[in-house]
C-alpha cells in the first residue's frame, strides 16, 4: 500500500509563499509522474503542476510564473513553492502520484491565502 504524506499548507496573506511538500512511502512502484492538484469548495479538482520522472513539466495558466514544482526522485518526494499568492489561490491542494498501473492521492492539505 502506498501512502502520500502532505505537509506545508496554512493561513498566508497575499502576496506571500508557501511551500508545499509531499512524500510517498510504503510499497514501492514505478513512478511515472508527480503533480498538484486542488478543490476550492464548489468546484472541481483541477490540475496545478505536473512533472514527469523524465522532465517534463507543465503548468496551469493561472499560476505560471508565480509557482515553482520539483521533485527529488531519490527521496519519492515532490514539492510544490508558491509565491505571490492570491485570494482566489484558496483552496484544498492534493498531491497526485501516477504510476504506470495506479495512480495515488494524498490526504489534502488546506491553503488559505487572506488578509
Known amino acids: 500500500q502506498v501512502q502520500l504524506v502532505e505537509s506545508g499548507g496554512g493561513l498566508v496573506q497575499p502576496g506571500g509563499s508557501l511551500r508545499l511538500s509531499c512524500a510517498a512511502s510504503?510499497?514501492?512502484?514505478?513512478?511515472?509522474?508527480m503533480g498538484w492538484y486542488r478543490q476550492a469548495p464548489g468546484k472541481q479538482r483541477e490540475l496545478v503542476a505536473r512533472?514527469?520522472?523524465?522532465?517534463?513539466?507543465n503548468y496551469a495558466d493561472y499560476v505560471k510564473g508565480r509557482f515553482t514544482i520539483s521533485r527529488d526522485n531519490a527521496k519519492n518526494t515532490v514539492y510544490l513553492q508558491m509565491d505571490s499568492l492570491k485570494p482566489e489561490d484558496s483552496a484544498v491542494y492534493y498531491c497526485?502520484?501516477?504510476?504506470?498501473?495506479?495512480?495515488?492521492w494524498g490526504q489534502g492539505t488546506q491553503v488559505t491565502v487572506s488578509s
Open positions: 512533472t514527469t520522472r523524465s522532465g517534463f513539466t
Open positions: 510504503g510499497s514501492r512502484f514505478s513512478i511515472v509522474a
Open positions: 497526485n502520484f501516477e504510476g504506470v498501473v495506479s495512480n495515488h
